[in-house]
């Protein structure tokens, strides 16, 4: 069962544009949400966190935005730019020593 | 610089070997883990470890082993008894569990199984 759901799969913008990629959530202990960038042939990065604590939070061009009774989460890249392409994915976690479940994965094209 | 060091980047294997691989940090961070990546499938974890000698099975462990004899090693093997070995595995690090903060991911060992 999958636990973190991640829309859409593939996502095309142009530059310029904001690219908008969506997490929902079904499991309530989640405490920590951050999303990952991962370039290709390469691993991924952390590239900004939040936790339930705030309903957003901006680093930059990248902002997440927290919806804690609908248990979704979205980034959000404004200003999309070509280096932006990537695919991106989100992820939870819950306690201390626990380990990240990651979402599927949106593969973002950003036209130039 | 500090990081992870995975190794090699790519390797071919006959059906029914084994192999093994590599996974180093310098960060000093406890914990460690290993994720494999299918296209449209995500990261899935295979191990981890929070603590030297000490390691638990992810979602996906069958058919994979890993050991943790030193705190800066996680090595692991892919067993003849992985159905469908062939993929690209991440290893990473944490400073210790994986919400107090970032995962620091190598640079991936894809495997292809010939």
């Known amino acids: 069962q999958q636990q973190v759901k991640q829309s859409p799969q593939s996502l095309i913008v142009q530059k310029g544009g904001i690219s908008i990629i969506n997490c929902a959530y079904e499991n309530t202990a989640f405490d920590y949400f951050p999303w990952y960038q991962q370039f290709p042939g390469k691993g991924p990065a952390l590239l900004i966190a939040?936790?339930?604590?705030?309903s957003e939070k901006k680093e930059g061009r990248f902002t997440i935005s927290f919806n804690k009774s609908a248990k979704q989460f979205s980034l959000h890249i404004m200003d999309s730019q070509p280096g932006d392409s990537a695919t991106y994915f989100c992820?939870?976690?819950?306690?201390?020593?626990?380990?990240?479940?990651f979402g599927k994965g949106t593969m973002l094209l950003v036209s130039p | 610089d500090g990081g992870i060091t995975q190794s090699p980047k790519y390797l071919f294997r006959k059906e029914g070997q084994n192999v093994t691989l590599s996974c180093e940090q310098n960060l000093n961070h406890d914990a460690m883990y290993w994720y494999r990546q299918d296209p449209g499938q995500g990261l899935r974890l295979i191990y981890y470890?929070?603590?030297?000698?000490?390691?638990q099975k992810g979602d996906i462990a069958e058919g994979y082993s890993v050991s943790r004899e030193k705190k800066e090693s996680f090595p692991l093997t892919v067993t003849s008894a992985q159905k469908n070995p062939t993929a690209f595995y991440l290893c990473a690090s944490s400073i210790q569990g994986a919400s107090t903060g970032e995962l620091f991911f190598g640079e991936g060992s894809r495997l292809t199984v010939l």
């Open positions: 992820a939870a976690s819950k306690g201390r020593y626990s380990t990240l479940t």
């Open positions: 939040i936790r339930p604590d705030v």
């Open positions: 470890s929070q603590i030297v000698n000490d390691f």
